[in-house]
């Protein structure tokens, strides 16, 4: 039904934008926190738990979690207190233990905790004695099997991209257990694991693999996975958001609210996850696999258990398996996918917004290797977004800048007619018929941002790519609020205000780009509504203010394209110095229609082309 008062639609088309953006962006944060609750995070204890831990203990051949009781070690002795293989590539440093043949030391000199250069660099495996224990391992289970305490031997004193290693133990029954472990240039180690019997009696055997991890990683943001995640038989099990597709609930939670939860598949891998971090242990495909996610005293795993294989007397036997241990890099993760890896790529939180956010990201990132520089990028990313949706807005600002010239008419009409609101939509129409007005033109345009805005949100959210990334001047980390408020004297003073209300110098311009738009907008008839909108963009400036500066700029920088538009479309349009009179507006209501003809029998009479009867004749 047309609208009863001269209320620009453009306005409106903002307004649902922008309460449709909060529904998406804060409505799921706000249900979750108030009727689904997360459980705090299990506290790391000060003490080691006992040997045996039941987390790691449904693999006998596995290493337990706290190599026995006592305190805690601290890293350098834990690192100290066995032999090891150096790890040494590009973008992976640390060891691996050679008691119990464990990767538990891996550090990422790429990466930084902070974004000062300064800070340590991004740790993602230490040793089982330390308090952030998370390690990664491969073996097998059986009664011949090498024990959790079995000391390797190695044929190499470091690992490189260009020198594999080779660890080998020899049973006291005669069997070779060798682990051929490689690793590429990026984050991938392929372990090959085989037996070799000499002996007269065959053997049976398990292959095995885990990652394991004392306590939970600090709480992430809304719409992003933390904790046990895996691909199997193509369904991915993690946190299921809003509207996710093919997938499975699995949680820190959910283990240990309801125990231990096993699966069987084909194909496909587990592991631990965190926002910008994946340590993911990839079976054999050739073989069908159980996986089990164990929680017990703080301690994490997920593992998987091979079919038992037969090694023959005199005979071998060999299987492949690989370990992800590093950044969830968007380009690097495609590729280990289209290399064989079963959907890697969704160990990224894009969540059912994948579709757009993906290709949104790969323009970002486009942009950011051509310009050097994030801020620029995004600055690119919101021009080309504009210059696609031009033709569009451009009918959207003209529709607008023609509904403010019809406006003081459609006042007229509305004061004329007063309560005959039947009357008043007649003539209202009949002015956008005449004027070629459309009042809806504006709705395309705000329904196509919606999407692109949100994929925004959830690519600075997620993507290690923007992790840390600065702008110019005090806006050093995009994907983090913007650090400079006016309520603490720009930094003068040491305190820091709340998420809500600490209004960065970005969702300042924000909240003022918004009012000069409604500033360009026609003026709406209800004094009611004239306050509402009065307070949108200083309502709208504090919503803003938690979220990363880089979804400010892009909102700013949009305002301000639109505004240029406005500015255009009210030059062409102008509106008339004063309302027309009464008369003007004056429009004749269509005249009524005839009345429709009785439904019935037709009188009877001559047919037509009969001669008609002449009065006082005879018949002779």
Request: aromatic share 10%; glycine share 6%; hydrophobic share 45%.
């Amino acid at each position: 039904m047309p609208p009863q008062d001269n209320q620009s639609p453009d306005v409106k088309n903002i307004v649902l934008a922008v309460v449709l953006s909060t529904m998406v962006l804060l409505g799921w944060t706000v249900v979750a926190d108030r009727f689904f609750p997360t459980e705090a995070p299990t506290p790391v204890v000060s003490t080691a738990a006992p040997a045996g831990d039941p987390a790691v203990a449904a693999l006998p051949g596995a290493a337990p979690a706290i190599a026995g009781p006592g305190v805690i070690l601290g890293r350098d002795a834990a690192l100290a207190a066995s032999p090891r293989v150096a790890i040494d590539t590009p973008r992976l440093k640390g060891s691996i233990n050679l008691i119990g043949a464990r990767f538990d030391d891996l550090v990422l000199p790429n990466y930084r905790q902070t974004k000062d250069k300064t800070s340590p660099p991004v740790r993602l495996f230490s040793p089982s004695r330390t308090a952030d224990a998370q390690f990664a391992q491969f073996g097998w289970v059986g009664t011949v099997a090498p024990p959790a305490t079995a000391v390797w031997t190695s044929d190499r004193t470091t690992l490189t991209p260009a020198t594999p290693v080779s660890l080998r133990w020899t049973s006291p029954q005669g069997l070779i257990f060798q682990q051929k472990i490689s690793v590429d240039a990026d984050f991938m180690f392929t372990v090959e694991q085989s037996i070799a019997n000499p002996g007269a009696v065959p053997v049976a055997l398990q292959p095995f693999g885990l990652v394991s991890r004392r306590g939970e990683p600090a709480a992430a943001e809304a719409n992003v996975h933390v904790g046990p995640i895996a691909m199997l038989d193509g369904t991915l099990k993690d946190t299921c958001f809003f509207l996710a597709f093919n997938c499975t609930d699995l949680t820190y939670k959910k283990l240990i609210d309801d125990g231990p939860q096993e699966y069987n598949f084909k194909n496909g891998w587990v592991g631990l996850t965190e926002k910008y971090w994946l340590a993911a242990s990839v079976p054999d495909q050739k073989s069908s696999i159980a996986a089990t996610f164990t929680q017990a005293a703080g301690q994490y795993q997920a593992d998987w258990l091979a079919g038992a294989v037969t090694v023959p007397a005199g005979g071998r036997n060999a299987s492949t398996a690989k370990l992800f241990a590093g950044a969830k890099e968007v380009d690097l993760i495609d590729r280990y996918t289209e290399a064989g890896i079963p959907r890697l790529d969704k160990s990224v939180s894009w969540g059912w917004f994948e579709i757009i956010a993906k290709p949104i990201f790969y323009l970002l990132d486009f942009l950011f290797k051509f310009t050097g520089n994030f801020g620029v990028a995004i600055i690119g990313l919101t021009l080309i977004v504009r210059a696609i949706m031009f033709p569009i807005a451009n009918k959207q600002y003209e529709s607008m800048a023609k509904m403010r010239l019809i406006g003081p008419r459609m006042k007229a009409i509305q004061e004329k007619y007063g309560d005959d609101k039947l009357r008043a939509q007649q003539e209202i129409m009949a002015i956008y018929k005449t004027e070629k007005v459309n009042p809806l033109a504006g709705c395309l345009p705000i329904l196509l941002q919606i999407p692109i805005f949100y994929a925004l949100y959830k690519t600075l959210l997620i993507s290690i790519e923007m992790r840390h990334q600065p702008f110019v001047l005090w806006l050093t980390d995009l994907s983090a609020p913007d650090p400079l408020t006016p309520l603490n004297l720009f930094g003068l003073i040491a305190w820091q205000p709340p998420a809500m209300i600490a209004l960065g110098v970005l969702p300042i311009l924000l909240g003022v780009t918004m009012w000069l738009q409604q500033k360009l907008s026609p003026a709406q008839m209800d004094p009611v509504q004239q306050q509402v909108f009065a307070l949108m963009p200083w309502l709208f400036m504090f919503f803003m203010a938690p979220f990363a500066a880089g979804l400010q700029l892009y909102w700013t920088i949009n305002n301000l394209v639109s505004i240029g538009q406005q500015l255009y479309m009210n030059r062409k349009y102008p509106a008339p110095a004063t309302p027309p009179s009464a008369a003007v507006i004056d429009v004749k209501p269509n005249p009524p229609k005839a009345a429709p003809k009785p439904a019935g029998p037709k009188p009877a009479g001559p047919k037509p082309g009969a001669p008609k009867p002449t009065a006082g004749r005879r018949r002779k």
